[in-house]
């Protein structure tokens, strides 16, 4: 689970209530419509992104691309780690260097899966996306949100661009859902 995302939804969900799920639902559409563009790109064209902008723009425009797509993975990977580190010390009290320090164990052990195996790897994703999945049931269950409330919620409203606060929070869930390592 993306810390970012799930950072921008409490902040949205605990001071807003349900009024930003549409802003959620609506991001997460286009989130998956860009990555359905990927995958066409990648089964019909054969390419993935970076050699589709190759084939088709300049050397110079692709050099620019590929410093742009650097910065972004850089500043993604260092809200990934940042936000592991601070809900370690949250959850845990542990000190924010050796929250830093400890995603390092977690690549580790991944780069470690793929030397047994592509299905190791894929078993492991998958059992740690059914533990999400088990752990939203068993959240939802225990809180019995009002599905009138949701149904509103995936209403837009004109609140979220008038207040600031509001229209804040909908631009980092935009943010953290619509994210460049998808593609």
């Not at 939804?9 to 359905?36: H, N, P």
């Not at 500043?75 to 990934?80: G, I, K, M, S």
């Not at 780690?81 to 959850?91: H, Q």
């Amino acid at each position: 689970m993306d810390p970012g995302n799930l950072a921008t939804s409490i902040a949205g969900g605990s001071q807003f209530g349900y009024v930003l799920l549409s802003v959620v639902f609506m991001s997460s559409m286009m989130a998956m419509l860009l990555q359905a563009a990927s995958v066409r790109l990648g089964l019909a064209g054969g390419l993935d992104l970076a050699q589709a902008c190759k084939q088709h723009f300049l050397t110079k425009i692709n050099g620019v691309l590929w410093g742009l797509c650097e910065i972004a993975i850089v500043a993604c990977n260092l809200a990934e780690v940042l936000g592991m580190a601070i809900g370690l010390n949250l959850v845990f009290g542990i000190p924010l260097l050796w929250g830093v320090c400890l995603p390092v164990l977690d690549v580790m052990l991944i780069l470690a899966l793929q030397n047994f195996g592509f299905r190791y790897l894929e078993a492991f994703v998958i059992a740690l996306i059914l533990n999400i999945g088990a752990s939203f049931a068993a959240q939802l269950v225990w809180l019995q949100p009002s599905l009138t409330a949701i149904l509103q919620g995936l209403a837009p409203s004109t609140a979220i661009v008038t207040k600031p606060e509001m229209l804040y929070l909908a631009v980092g869930i935009v943010g953290a859902t619509v994210m460049p390592h998808n593609l």
